[in-house]
């Protein structure tokens, strides 16, 4: 059997017969005799229909999609819903959007889209036309391969269908690769950030965390308490027990600092026996000296290292924002620092607020 | 050398002889890092360090490393991937053959970096055929006849594969392709997706 290709429209096509078995050559004509099998070979994925709009012939990997059931026979919109061109719902129609791109999906489950293209075949005695209509799956040839088993020999060895799974795949490791790799630089740059921010000895916050809250505190004009902490008698935990009992003693007082604050405060160590404390809405300073006294209660207890009895207390001055028309960051810690120098004076173990008497411009 | 080389080593190494073989070529050419980065790019000598230290620890000549690393990347689980990329070729061994020579630019498709060696099949009779393998990488003809190997298997087919040695940094390999429908072969889906 043989579909005759009509190019000019002439009418002498379609009654020609080859079959593959005469092998002669067709001569030159605008009519091109083209044997059945070849097509099914240039395009499986082919119909042929004929001028009632009934599939003629199917090839074979268009037939794969349905293996159940013989295409040829079946009234080709039927088998296809058209979704572009709209309003496609006979033969006329379907021959009048000739050499367009068409875009259908079986009617029937499993509901593939197809992209395809019509060639209106030599009019018949009747003057009456069938069709060539020849599909490709486009890009949704990677759900139809899970869809339907196909094989490498179902594609035109042409058709660069098998190269584009090859670079789909190909792509795919590689972008798996990359994204892995990402994953793992991003899992090394938080862990480097998180190290940039805390004080490796006791794992409190480092100055420069605290610097950034600050900063945050101040942009947000959120109303804040800053203590500064010193530890008393340090120094000589250091000279009696050693540099490591002075570690030990700093990784107890950072605990109890954490302890005794609450989760939205920010306790840093900023210096050797040096640590700053950020209250965020708290203000009161009521409050404030409750809990500089449990402070000093709970850092007065003896701390044992290897046997040896350690024994610190601290001082505490405190600056509050809403002391400050404009509050600065340097200005609130030379202030607490303030304060902080009045305790020690005082006779250390104990807490002081910043005060207008204490050398600075009245707070409102 | 590309991370995909360096890291094919490391695999190699530790699915095939477990973790602590490649701790310990890690750790006798004192690398830098605990493991290669498929996406980055290694000084080449570094390479050479890696596949020495492996010959070493395995007690193995080079070229059989080389050659087990080749079937290796065809038939382990852990690189289905890689297999399934090279069964894209064609439906039979021949066919396979015959796309090596495609091999390089098939891979700059997906991996522009990856510089893989210029490879030519050529065919002598309907059954012998020799490929040859241009690379400044020597040794690479000893990881393609692990592929062939493995990729015969693969394909069900039997073949004779032989080393003929490397004249000016051109290796060469002849191949007896003996039977073509020899086993059953692992199946190849094109819709299946690599894990």
Same mark, same amino acid.
């Given at each position: ?50 001028? &009632? ?10 037939? =794969? ?49 197809? =992209? ?43 058709? $660069? ?104 405060? &920010? ?10 404390? $950020? ?17 000093? =209660? ?45 305790? =020690? ?20 | ?13 530790? /699915? ?36 020495? !230290? ?34 894209? !070729? ?10 090596? /020579? /495609? ?58 594969? /032989? ?33």
């Amino acid at each position: 059997m043989s579909v005759g290709i009509s190019v000019s429209g002439s009418s002498t096509g379609s009654a020609r017969r080859s079959g593959p078995g005469e092998g002669a050559p067709q001569a030159p004509s605008p009519l091109v005799g083209l044997p059945q099998e070849a097509l099914d070979v240039l395009c499986p994925l082919h119909v042929v229909l004929d001028p &009632t709009g009934h599939i003629r012939h199917a090839g074979p990997t268009m037939q =794969k999609l349905r293996p159940d059931t013989p295409l040829a026979g079946a009234r080709f919109l039927e088998l296809f819903e058209m979704s572009r061109p709209r309003a496609v719902d006979n033969m006329a129609s379907l021959l009048r959007a000739a050499g367009t791109k068409l875009h259908l999906r079986l009617r029937d489950h499993p509901r593939t889209a197809l =992209k395809a293209v019509l060639i209106p075949l030599g009019a018949d005695t009747a003057g009456r036309r069938g069709a060539i209509v020849n599909f490709s799956f486009g890009i949704s040839i990677v759900d139809a391969l899970q869809t339907y088993s196909l094989h490498s020999g179902d594609f035109a060895p042409t058709d $660069l269908t098998i190269e584009m799974l090859y670079l789909i795949e190909a792509k795919t490791a590689a972008m798996e690769a990359s994204r892995k790799l990402n994953m793992r630089l991003q899992g090394a740059k938080i862990a480097a950030e998180e190290q940039a921010y805390t004080d490796t000895l006791t794992g409190l916050k480092n100055r420069r965390a605290m610097d950034h809250v600050l900063a945050r505190l101040l942009r947000t004009r959120t109303q804040f308490s800053l203590m500064h902490l010193d530890l008393d008698y340090f120094k000589q935990v250091n000279d009696t027990h050693g540099h490591r009992a002075g570690d030990y003693v700093l990784q107890h007082v950072a605990r109890v600092l954490v302890e005794e604050t609450r989760e939205e405060d &920010t306790v840093a160590r900023v210096g050797g026996d040096e640590f700053v404390l $950020l209250f965020p809405r708290l203000v009161k300073p009521a409050r404030i000296e409750e809990i500089a006294a449990s402070l000093i =209660k709970r850092l007065e207890e003896p701390v044992f290292f290897e046997g040896a009895e350690c024994r610190v207390s601290c001082s505490m001055g405190t600056a509050l924002s809403h002391h400050y028309p404009q509050p600065r960051a340097e200005q609130m810690i030379a202030d607490a620092d303030v304060a902080l120098y009045a305790s =020690k004076k005082a006779g250390r173990a104990r807490h002081s607020f910043f005060s207008t008497q204490q050398g600075h411009p009245p707070a409102r | 050398m590309h991370g995909l080389i360096n890291r094919s080593i490391q695999c190699f190494l530790r /699915d095939t002889y477990g973790e602590a073989a490649w701790s310990d070529v890690a750790l006798a050419v004192d690398l830098p890092f605990a493991e290669f980065e498929a996406m980055l790019a290694y000084d080449d000598a570094l390479t050479w360090q890696v596949l020495d !230290a492996a010959c070493l620890r395995l007690d193995k000549p080079l070229n059989m490393v080389l050659e087990d690393i080749g079937t290796y990347l065809v038939s382990h689980p852990n690189n289905e991937g890689l297999r399934r990329l090279l069964r894209f !070729a064609g439906v039979c061994y021949e066919d396979f053959l015959h796309s090596l /020579d /495609d091999l390089p630019d098939r891979t700059r498709l997906a991996v522009s970096d990856l510089d893989l060696p210029v490879v030519e099949l050529r065919q002598h009779s309907a059954e012998r055929f020799s490929v040859t393998c241009h690379s400044r990488l020597p040794g690479f003809g000893h990881v393609l006849v692990g592929v062939l190997r493995a990729m015969a298997d693969d394909y069900g087919a039997l073949v004779l594969l /032989d080393y003929a040695g490397m004249v000016q940094g051109i290796e060469k390999i002849e191949i007896s392709l003996v039977e073509t429908a020899f086993a059953e072969g692992r199946s190849f889906d094109l819709g299946a997706r690599a894990g």
